[in-house]
């Protein structure tokens, strides 16, 4: 398909062609629907400052909801040859409805095209991880108030080191996730500004409705400088990136933790066995592979953010290309935490304690700090109680 | 110095000491005041709960507070065989104070203790940070204000493209700026919480009043799951990291325009000679190595950022000494952050932009786009008046 | 379809399922034939030590070239509910030829046998990126034949420092290449290794003749140990991505060049137009986004790296699933690098000097340093020369 | 003291200052032995070449004897307002011998002098890490040898798997060291070339005997494109890193068996106590620290990995003062790496197998594997043997 900015006998060379575009194409896919709403809201703008007329909107709202409805089915489908969605979108227009296809692209460039529909498809992901974040909590409440008052030990340096329960432990991930909660709303609101206007990041001497725009499609708010339009990319996603790796972080401590007190040595807690995955080889296996799985995420994720934050610096201000390639690790950050969220709620819902288990790991050395605070209630000072109890504790062990 | 858990003939390899304790001696030095703090406010608290009399408050309060003067003057090092800095301070209490010295670790670990240190060096560095952010956004102002109406091309795959000026570029940055400071109080106010209390990581038996000593020193709210406070090391910091990259990353692109638009080629602007530097070579030199210097810190940040991420992932619930090499990247982080906000004012305060070279920056073609915008406003549909455009453009061309 | 370790009525939880092998499945496509190259190996072997016989191993190879075939015509896709590449094909030639299906897999494990294929690839893709080195490096001593005695300014800090040439700056590339060559040559001879017939990690009883497999698949040896062959995952190819970061660094210092070079301000090069894009709203623009989207490649791989080198640490012996997750980027950053090296190569055959830009801008101080060698050889001390030379500069400039 | 460039009355701003110097002078000490070997190397070479001469040589070679052994006596601290390690070298030898020392500097840049301590830093610092990976591989193969048929577990997703033993485990990470080592000898040779005499890096006009300088300071040839010399800062850097990553990738694998296998729950190791710390809080802790901070080691070199890969990137050719931040990580990672080998050879030499520990961890179902392939060596498929003995181990496990 023709290129916007293509002569008649122009080519590119096809090898750099596919260089280019080939994954990014694919990318394109996930933000057509994005990409649709930011047109619609910039096409009814248009009209409202009097650049389209009444007919002319009316046709570009109906052309894009077919593409929405092609979407949908499969059947709009971006292939070599096209350059990207924002093109293909415009192309389809002019061929169907005619020049008025021709003036969706007034007031705006591909740079704040694209950058409008990242910023859609990251407040719509952000969005329902904050939901599934707030069920996550509910389940660890819920798995506290079942099993709360079951005592567990506390480790340090992977040692046993002090009594403690189920509730501690549970509600520990409970209060990280609500942490991570309020990282993810500040990020959300960081992602929370409209670039559309800002086209190729100066602005045009059209007399465009910002406000207008950013308030169809939701945003708070207009972000006005438009070179900071352009500037901002790399940042913000990155920014979103650090709030998921927060977030896989609690991920990946309660998986490590369920891998360590699964294994047959602690014992401490079953998995449903319609979770468990089988071995090729050895008949016996039982593995917790989703556990696993979900605890390599936040290095993923740590990857794509150094590829975002790495690639973006050093350069001038202003759009350079390199930024397209941020798109892949955001879309994919962003998918990654929400599958992540969703099966750690799953592995939640279907872990059991093993009371006996965890009742015999109660062994008395957990008590040994417990045993110098009552000496401290008598008024022994601190130090002096500890070396009591460590004393007694050594002569026990020599005696063994 | 004896270890606070040290038998009386026990001694550590002298090699594995070293490596445990070498680089983080020099840091604790750092967190000493913080430390002090903490151990003045954890007095107090035992002191209202009863655990310390009234005769034991003060002479507690008056040996942190020599403790203190010592570390101003430098009297106060810490040294190979000291184990860390919370040791190190015991001892002296108790060589000095005797039996009142034993009585300071009640209740806390050096798990809370170095934790509650840490984020009491963050609030003061954050709220540092905060501050010259403001102090940078005033600058860029004034900027805007002085040359604000200078025009300036725009640059898109670092090629001229539309119309720019120095007040669109500068504000730019300030911009980028406030959005910057958002997320930096966002981590503050996560950072703003007090693990003292929360002991190895699992609480006591004591009765704590986490609330009071919290207050003492200024944090707004209490940790309050103790297990939560240990696995929120790595996490914290990591978005303290996070928080940084953005800033820097915004200082980068500053830095990054600088050291294109001084070249001799663009002759943007001007620097004040006292900030340039020389060659040993090459006689005629006049490097602006500031503004390399400040462009590369975003890196240094990054690679701290993976560290922390990276050694806090994979570990299980609690204490695992593994986060002792957090402490690192994150008051280097912190330092370095500070600094080059600092450097950036000084550099943007003498920077003097060429009118000349600016002005003959201003050629014909960066205007294309909107003289296709005036053909749009006389009713002509946008993509045909971009292919008018286009084509004159290409013919003037083909004459030369 | 069916698992291999499926009992009759058990059924992986379905989100579960997708969460864990939908990625993945498109990465086995790309090993399959890796992996049929693996089985053909491993049933000649089992024939030779006589758990296959003739009519068995006869049957086995033409279900796995009917494999390939199927594949080469894109009729063998794996989809939700195959667990992996292994799995299908056992299940392929278990349906169509029987029994002789499930002895297959005797003496190996999934473990063994992805490792493997992935080996495999990793020999395939490090053997063409060698060639396409050696293509390019000749592109350099070509350009540097061509147009080795152009000269042109050499930079430090971004400022014109000495006089260079296109020569010395085309071969500083080749030079550069040379040196990622003997990297990518040690990293190959590292994955040159054998793991098949370590099985899960621990061997079997069988009495396998790894030699024989190893040699058959054209590996230079055999990696003895089957646990170090699960342990080398996550480090072989982590050293692999870190010789292609080497690579993709030359790459992007080139790209570099090319961006600044290409500029209008020091119109040193220009690039012909069929690898130029242009804008959709600025008619003048011609961009280089190819050296753009080259120079962004060594950033996706070390953020690829990353996720590999971080993924795998603080994990025990022996294989743990969170392995997966390294076939990604592993397999996408080979692929990168290819792509990125062959961009490079048609980049580098369509630049072409601009002699008048370059000629214009070999200005007077580039000779300064020159200037004063010319008193050193005279017998002036380098330390004075270069004052005497410095402090007429200066003189000049201030007459200006 | 003066910088080499400076002015009379020119004076750098003492902020901007001290962020451009502090922390390289601390580096800058490290590498000032190395500094002289290279300027003794300069020197002797200028003598050859007729620039220099005998008194002049004699004097110089005097004077940074001089230097040398004031350093080891601690007396040649670089201070804030010395530039740089160069500098005051320079200094020093033109305030005490006069003239000579400013003919020093003649034919050389700090670009390659600086260049060549680093290398002359890095040849030192890999040498003696290939020898102690050499004793680490000899303790890995003594503990084989003691205790090598000792049966342990050997585990897959942190479940038992199949029967292991003593031998396969420590002769894993035996093997592993050797395939590190290739790594470290391909990177020792990388950066075995010698950039002395590519001067800021486009040479000199001088008549330079660079392969003279190369030999009598032991490097294998010289780097012959001055331009590359420069270019490959970062470059080889971060290929020496990525060998070390690998390295600390094995001592990573040991340290997190260690800490697994000594839990109490596993119990199959034990360490000598005085390699093990106490708690401050719980009088019966013994941790193993060094296993933790040895563990950590391989995050730190991949952070410092990151930051030196993304700050040489997206930067044009030649130097620029961005790469000076890249000392510090690769001199950090190097003495690191060093340490943490050092430590893991005492771990290992003070670790005693719990031979009853190990014996009773060795349950039935890890010999389900073996148990399938007894029927194999009957004939049965594997798949059916598999099939079999996983039924009858669900019926056993039912029976309970």
New interface residues.
């Given amino acids: 398909m023709k ?5 008649e006998n ?4 096809e ?2 062609e596919t ?2 575009t080939k994954d990014d194409l694919l990318l394109d896919q996930k933000l057509l629907k994005y990409d649709i709403q930011g047109s619609i809201a910039h096409a009814k703008m248009l009209y409202k400052i009097g ?1 389209l007329n009444f007919d002319e909107i009316k046709k570009i709202e109906k052309g894009l909801k077919e593409i929405l409805d092609l979407d949908k089915k499969g059947s709009f489908k971006l292939k070599f040859g096209d350059e990207d969605v ?2 293909k979108i ?1 192309n389809y227009l ?1 061929e169907k409805y005619g ?5 969706i ?7 704040d095209q694209i950058l409008t529909a990242i910023r859609l498809f990251s407040k719509d992901k952000l969005s329902e991880i904050q939901k599934q974040i707030l069920g996550l909590v509910q389940g660890f409440q819920l798995f506290s108030k079942k099993y709360g008052n079951i005592e567990m030990p ?11 329960s189920l509730k ?2 549970s ?6 996730l609500l ?1 991570d909660l ?2 993810i709303k ?2 959300y ?2 992602n929370n500004q409209s670039p559309l206007g800002s ?8 007399n465009l409705d910002k406000e207008y725009s950013a308030k169809l499609m939701g945003f708070a708010k207009v ?6 339009c ?3 990319r ?3 996603e ?2 979103i990136l ?2 998921l ?2 977030l896989l ?2 991920i ?2 309660f998986a ?2 369920i ?2 007190f ?5 014992d401490f807690f079953k998995v449903e ?3 468990t ?14 556990a ?9 994720v ?21 930024l ?2 941020s798109k892949k ?1 955001l879309i994919e950050s962003l998918e990654i935490t929400l ?2 969220i ?2 750690t709620r ?1 592995l939640l819902e279907n872990l059991f304690p093993n009371e006996d288990g965890l009742k015999s ?1 109660m ?1 008395e ?1 957990l008590y ?3 045993q ?3 000496l ?2 008598k008024g022994m ?4 109680a ?2 009591q ?2 004393e007694g ?2 002569k026990d062990e020599n005696k063994h």
Same sequence: chains 1, 2, 3, 4.
């Fill in positions: 290129k916007l900015w293509q002569k122009g080519k590119l060379n090898f750099i260089f280019e650049i924002h093109t415009e002019t020049d008025v296809g021709k003036k692209h007034t007031g705006r460039s591909r740079n506390g480790y340090t340096h992977m040692q046993k080191a002090m009594p403690s501690l432990w509600e520990s991930f409970k209060d990280s942490d309020d990282l500040a990020v609101k960081l086209a190729a990041g100066y602005g045009t001497t059209l972000q006005n400088n438009p070179l900071y352009q500037n901002s790399g940042k913000i990155g920014a650090a709030s790796i927060s972080q609690t990946n401590k490590s933790d891998m360590l699964t294994t047959s040595e602690f066995e319609n979770l995955t089988g071995s090729s080889i050895m008949p016996q296996k039982k593995n917790i592979d989703v696993e799985l979900s605890r390599s995420k936040v290095h993923l740590l990857g794509n953010y150094v590829q975002i934050a790495s690639l973006s610096s050093n350069l001038i201000s202003g759009y350079n290309r390199d397209q390639d690790p599958d992540s969703k099966v799953i790991s062994t050395e040994a700090a417990d110098a605070y009552e401290v209630k000072s601190f130090r002096d500890y070396k109890i460590k504790g050594e």
